[in-house]
């Protein structure tokens, strides 16, 4: 692990930042005393953009942007897809702890911003980028025991924002993954286009919701990972939401948790129809894990793995961002082929 930012280092950054901070304000004052001198304060209005200030209630941090951040790092890969997809690429320098394969049509954007670190990067490295502003998708991309607390963060004179879905209030619906999208527009100041990319979300789950409109509910067990327990996805996660807009139901949907470990007892007992497997980096791939039920011998009656019915979806695309709109859709077609054809 990279050496935490030293008290000296922090000081230092901040006394830069100040200076910086005291040069604009000059050079401000410069330009509003002569805008005042010609019988107008047009210019100093002119220095607020439209829209702004702007002030976000962001899982109990309340932060008032005077203008949209400029310079912005990204952890985890649902953000960096949504800042992509919002068309705000010149504002990124940075990403980091990418899940699965980008969405095809973001990926010449998106490897166009420098990777920072394969997982969560440090401190150190993240403030080495100078970012005004800090896009984390997991609570982990501001953990406090490795350094990178928001209050750290705000100290160093940097605003940060966490994925609603880690706030961990209630349960996560299509609704926050909308609301994200209007946030983080109004943040960047790009309000219409965020709007757009909305009702392009919602036109995408209301296509796959027609398609399969009065079919019955198929019973559905979520595997992330795990042996001698089942890790899987609750009734507070995205991931119900999604299988229920797909024509499907969750079977721990009464698991009061985002993700939670079950026994392979009750998996067995809530009889799944399909298995919808999570595909991410760094815990096993789709065909291992395909290969470890189907050769469990306690499962073999369990309808899902007899008929070795198995949906996959990059976990990236059951998180709130722009992906779990694509998975309604991917999940739909798993569930009713028939309806598909």
Do not use: H, Q
């Given at each position: 692990m990279s050496q935490l930012f030293t008290p000296a280092r922090?000081?230092?950054?901040?006394?830069?930042?100040?200076?910086?901070?005291?040069?604009?304000?000059?050079?401000?004052?410069?330009?509003?005393?002569?805008?005042?001198?010609s019988?107008?304060?047009?210019?100093?209005?002119?220095?607020?953009p439209a829209g702004f200030p702007v002030t976000v209630d962001n899982c109990g941090v309340r932060t008032t942007y005077d203008r949209p951040p400029s310079r912005v790092v990204t952890i985890h890969q649902h953000p960096a897809e949504l800042m992509l997809a919002?068309?705000?690429?010149?504002?990124?320098?940075?990403?980091?702890?990418?899940?699965?394969a980008v969405l095809?049509?973001?990926?010449?954007?998106?490897?166009?911003?420098?990777?920072l670190a394969r997982k969560e990067p440090s401190f150190e490295k993240i403030l080495d980028a100078e970012p005004d502003f800090v896009?984390?998708?997991?609570?982990?991309?501001?953990t406090e025991k490795e350094g990178r607390s928001r209050t750290a963060f705000a100290d160093a004179g940097i605003d940060t924002y966490l994925n609603r879905e880690y706030c961990g209030k209630k349960k996560v619906t299509m609704e926050d993954t909308y609301d994200e999208v209007r946030t983080i527009g109004r943040i960047f100041g790009v309000p219409?286009?965020?709007?757009?990319?909305?009702?392009?979300?919602?036109?995408?789950?209301g296509k796959a919701a027609g398609k399969i409109e009065g079919e019955p509910e198929v019973p559905v067990f979520v595997y992330d990972s795990g042996d001698k327990a089942a890790f899987t996805a609750g009734g507070k996660s995205?991931?119900?939401?999604?299988?229920?807009?797909?024509?499907?139901?969750?079977?721990?949907?009464?698991?009061?948790?985002?993700?939670?470990?079950?026994?392979?007892?009750q998996v067995i007992e809530r009889k799944p129809e399909v298995i919808a497997v999570y595909d991410y980096e760094g815990a096993g791939s789709v065909e291992q894990k395909k290969r470890f039920l189907l050769s469990q011998p306690a499962l073999a009656d369990v309808p899902a793995v007899r008929n070795k019915r198995f949906v996959v979806l990059p976990l990236t695309a059951t998180l709130v961002g722009i992906r779990s709109a694509y998975a309604v859709d991917d999940l739909a077609r798993g569930l009713h082929p028939e309806s598909f054809r």
């Open positions: 922090t000081r230092g950054f901040l006394r830069a930042t100040a200076a910086a901070v005291a040069l604009s304000s000059v050079l401000l004052t410069t330009s509003c005393g002569a805008a005042d001198e019988g107008g304060d047009a210019k100093a209005t002119a220095a607020v919002l068309g705000l690429k010149d504002r990124m320098v940075g990403t980091a702890f990418p899940d699965s095809p049509e973001l990926k010449e954007d998106y490897e166009a911003v420098p990777e896009y984390g998708g997991y609570g982990s991309a501001f219409d286009r965020a709007d757009k990319l909305v009702t392009d979300l919602k036109s995408r789950v995205l991931g119900t939401e999604l299988i229920r807009l797909a024509g499907g139901e969750n079977v721990f949907a009464d698991l009061d948790d985002v993700f939670g470990d079950v026994s392979w007892e």
